[in-house]
């Protein structure tokens, strides 16, 4: 079962009232119109779910934000009685993500091989998987278990047939690209801190499967 990411945007503004001034989160626009992409090296990169890529997350487990927007609140109370549909939950400022070395690179070699083809135009990347029963039997591991994680050195590879098996390490700019699908979030959340400031705009996420 596949693993997909929820959230808003939300943007502290100052709100005024009788007795003064006070500010406030809202919620200034649901992910589901900027990204809902299901992208895991994304996901662990950003927050520590579906993390194959053995990244250091920049924001994981933080949980929801005490003083999140009621639009936020509201979303994850309707969906409190479904534990499966709202789990990882944490949040980012833009202050936050602007500080990011998108050249850094994940901790390890990515816990699945990257597989690739041979091209009239050069290797091209046909997969990554934890797990194949052609690979295994190819380097003598026959009893492999479906899924169970298999650590290999960066740089090893194997040619077995037409397709080239390699370990490889990412970084954060393999796994959110500049001009990638989190770059209509990352354009919203700098507009929203150009007019209100960087540590008043933040993302909040949660997940289901």
């Known amino acids: 079962m596949g693993t997909d990411i ?17 500010s406030v989160w809202r919620a200034a626009i649901d992910l589901f119109f900027l990204n809902i992409t299901r ?13 194959y890529a053995n990244f250091r997350p920049l924001a994981a487990d933080r949980g929801l934000p005490v003083d999140a927007s009621e639009t936020v609140r509201a979303e994850l109370d309707q969906l409190a009685q479904w534990p499966d549909q709202a789990y990882g939950t944490t949040w980012i400022t833009w202050a936050e993500i602007k500080e990011v070395d998108w050249g850094e690179s994940a901790e390890k070699a ?28 190819a380097v003598g591991l026959p009893d492999q278990v479906p899924g169970e994680a298999q650590e290999w050195p960066e740089g090893s590879e194997w040619l077995i047939g037409d397709t080239l098996y390699r370990s490889e390490k990412l970084r954060r700019r393999d796994a959110v690209p500049e001009t990638g699908e989190w770059k209509p979030v990352w354009t919203v959340m700098e507009a929203l801190a150009s007019q209100h400031g960087d540590d008043n705009v933040r993302l909040v996420v949660w997940f289901d499967s």
């Open 39 to 51: 992208n895991y090296d994304a996901f662990g990169c950003l927050f520590g779910v579906r993390n």
């Open 110 to 137: 990515d816990g699945r091989l990257h597989q690739y083809r041979q091209t009239p135009d050069g290797l091209r990347l046909t997969g990554k998987s934890a797990w194949s029963s052609r690979f295994a039997q």
């Open 6 to 22: 929820s959230g808003f945007v939300e943007c502290r503004a100052w709100d005024l009232h009788e007795e003064g001034e006070d």
